[in-house]
């Protein structure tokens, strides 16, 4: 096989490249080692920045988000048993988007199977080779070993794919940081008991009380980075919820229903840098991981591509000067988005010794946040997303 652009991954980034490099009338092949429904049923984070839905809006992929979104203006912390409201829109200027990322991929899926460009599912990446010149992937097809000559490769396939491995160590730099704490994900039957998104501050441990439809809710808690999903039934799921989110004002409570989906996620910051080597580059989590606590995940994955998908169109016209900034123009977003994540993070996780100090340090900012309209300002910017650069037509 020979295409332009050989794209392996076909999460929010690998599809959505494939998409703006279609537009731009460059050629792709998308690699895919899982099977489309497994690709489609993965339940991942469920906020989209509004830069991310211009984007999708402008280039055609927005028809059923826009349909069936839930757009907030808000979100609420919570702490010391009282509600605080963050007016996102009032203080930032732009709203937030609910939809469910399997969603997203779904309606991705769909467009570039619309295309009739090749998306091939269970295609494993297992090698890349000639990335300084002619890059070669070699991949795997219903058993048979196959190859995918292509001008650039395009890293899309996440925190345990193939294409960063591909490189020399000497020739990456890593950064990372675990964090003492996972996250118990819970999709359940029940309507939301919020309008809009509650971040829990509690002695017990984090809460996130999110949805997903008037009839789905999307529930997270904090638990120990180790923890076997196991360890918790869905009753003790619901009861410990409950204290999480528990607040001051009695006629409040946690509707519950049967739990769908659960699953523990860790939480960690990793960056490896550069971004790009010869004629591969890396792009979403494959370049970069956030705790999925500022809900930064998709939308820097969707960024990433913006950025990549306007130097591939000005190198197909002999101008590799955006390629040759790709990585550092990334990268700069990438920082930006690591630091509030990890701010966010740290501020709303229960230290796992229960500090005091630490404690004190995280109210005292929580008081601040929610009494000074520049620091919610602050939190609402950054929480909204910072305009995109790139990635229209
Ligand atoms: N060959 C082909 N495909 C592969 C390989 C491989 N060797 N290794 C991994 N993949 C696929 C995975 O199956 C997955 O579908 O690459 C895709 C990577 O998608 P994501 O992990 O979703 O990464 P990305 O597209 O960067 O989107 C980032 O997704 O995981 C969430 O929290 C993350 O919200 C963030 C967003
Ligand atoms: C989600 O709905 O999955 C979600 C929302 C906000 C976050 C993280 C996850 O910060």
Not at 63 to 72: D, S
Not at 134 to 146: L, N
Request: charge should be neutral.
């Amino acid at each position: 096989m020979r295409t332009q652009v050989g794209i392996v991954g076909a999460g929010p980034a690998g599809l959505v490249l494939a998409h703006l490099l279609h537009l731009r009338g460059i050629d792709s092949v998308v690699l895919e080692r899982q099977t489309r429904e497994h690709v489609e049923r993965r339940i991942r984070a469920g906020v989209l920045e509004h830069g991310t839905v211009d984007l999708l809006r402008d280039v055609g992929l927005a028809g059923r988000l826009l349909r069936e979104r839930m757009v907030h203006h808000g979100i609420e912390l919570l702490f010391d048993g009282t509600g605080h409201r963050i007016p996102l829109t009032d203080l930032a200027g732009r709203e937030i988007t609910i939809y469910g990322q399997h969603e997203l991929v779904k309606d991705l899926v769909a467009a570039r199977l619309g295309t009739g460009r090749p998306l091939l599912f269970q295609a494993p990446a297992v090698a890349l080779d000639g990335l300084d010149d002619a890059p070669t992937i070699r991949f795997v097809q219903d058993g048979r070993p196959r190859e995918l000559r292509c001008d650039v490769v395009v890293g899309c396939d996440g925190y345990h794919g193939v294409s960063r491995t591909a490189v020399a160590d000497h020739a990456v730099t890593r950064y990372q940081r675990e964090y003492p704490y996972a996250w118990l994900g819970v999709l359940a039957q029940a309507p939301p008991s919020s309008e809009e998104l509650i971040y829990a501050y509690h002695d017990r441990g984090f809460a996130l009380h999110s949805m997903r439809s008037p009839q789905i809710t999307r529930l997270y808690l904090q638990v120990r980075p180790d923890e076997p999903v196991t360890d918790w039934p869905d009753e003790r799921i619901w009861a410990e919820l409950r204290r999480r989110l528990a607040r001051d004002d009695p006629g409040w409570r946690l509707a519950d229903g049967p739990i769908l989906e659960k699953s523990v996620t860790t939480m960690r910051s990793v960056v490896v840098e550069p971004m790009r080597h010869g004629r591969l580059f890396l792009a979403g989590d494959a370049a970069h991981i956030v705790p999925a606590t500022g809900a930064k995940g998709l939308n820097l994955a969707v960024a990433d591509v913006a950025v990549l998908a306007d130097a591939l169109g000005a190198w197909a016209a002999g101008d590799t000067s955006g390629l040759d900034a790709y990585s550092a123009r990334c990268l700069s977003r990438v920082w930006r988005v690591q630091h509030f994540s990890w701010w966010m993070t740290s501020m709303l996780h229960r230290a796992q010794d229960g500090d005091p100090f630490t404690h004190r340090l995280q109210l005292a900012q929580l008081r601040y946040l929610t009494g000074s309209r520049a620091a919610a300002t602050s939190l609402a910017e950054n929480y909204v997303g910072l305009p995109l650069t790139g990635g229209r037509t």
